[in-house]
């Protein structure tokens, strides 16, 4: 975390995520709210990879910008009427308080609380790794995540397909 | 000026406090699971800057933890974009206002 780079990288990607985040907030189109919610995406992404996160840079990559990015547009293309309207409720001023309550708080535990740092540079290997704790040491999680994705799957092609559409 | 943990940990909770916003604010039910999306991502930013920070006996562990929490978020977004199709086919609406079929 020395070099100059990687700062005006983390400056530069903190603005363009808060900047993209406020704009799925702002804008009145659900199309350009996805535009701007892949935008946000990539900001994270940038910063994984500021944060010596390569593998978990690439897969939020992959995971979000080419897969859920997808998924919300499939979405708002299949629902057209109320697809295009990003309108907010009634409850819009006490969600606004309450954010900016949760918000200041954790900004205020985040610069209180006293973390002990571990001074080291970046990982040297991440994909490896993580590759050996997931089959070693996390296998029963990995295996449970494995039959959640299954589940959803079938879930999801159940829900949508033409069969349960005409029982209704 | 160097960047710290407090530098990420700021970044996302601004960006979990804009999902939340999202996810409580919006009336329109893909809106809603935007702001979701958006509080896992700011969740996950905080697990990978802990471990790149934090001293612990076992430093990629948040890095697995991530990787499970993207997962489920994928899960998540899979069954509940479905859900918001087939809510549209039978009420026409994906105004979270207006189904209220179960309020009592």
């Known amino acids: ?168 | 000026m160097a960047i710290h943990l407090e530098h990420y940990l700021i970044v996302g909770a601004i960006l979990f406090g804009i999902g939340l916003y999202l996810a409580l604010a919006k009336r329109n039910f893909i809106g809603v699971l935007m702001g979701i999306e958006m509080m896992f991502n700011a969740c996950n930013l905080t697990f990978i800057a802990f471990s790149r920070f934090v001293q612990s006996n076992d430093p990629l562990a948040g890095h697995v933890f991530v990787v499970f929490t993207i997962t489920v978020s994928a899960a998540e977004a899979a069954v509940a974009l479905a859900l918001a199709v087939m809510v549209y086919r039978t009420r026409d609406t994906i105004d979270v206002d207006q189904i209220d079929l179960l309020k009592w």
Not at chain 1, 35 to 55: E, H, N, P
Not at chain 1, 80 to 105: D, K, W
Not at chain 1, 147 to 152: F, N, P, Q, R, T
């Open chain 1, 1 to 168: 975390m020395d070099s100059t780079g990687v700062e005006i990288a983390f400056w530069v990607l903190a603005v363009m995520t808060i900047g993209s985040a406020l704009a799925v907030v702002v804008v009145r189109n659900m199309i350009h709210a996805v535009v701007a919610l892949i935008s946000t995406f990539a900001g994270v992404a940038g910063l994984y990879v500021t944060l010596s996160a390569d593998f978990i840079a690439i897969t939020q990559i992959l995971i979000y910008i080419g897969a859920i990015s997808i998924l919300f547009l499939f979405a708002i293309v299949l629902t057209p009427q109320s697809g295009r309207t990003n309108q907010e409720s009634f409850m819009r001023f006490p969600a606004l308080a309450l954010c900016a309550l949760v918000s200041s708080l954790l900004i205020y535990v985040a610069l209180d609380a006293d973390w002990t740092s571990r001074g080291a540079a970046g990982f040297p290997e991440t994909a490896s790794v993580i590759g050996q704790l997931l089959l070693d040491k996390y296998a029963l999680p990995f295996e449970i995540a494995s039959a959640l994705l299954l589940v959803a799957v079938v879930g999801s092609i159940v829900l949508v397909s033409p069969e349960s559409a005409e029982e209704d």
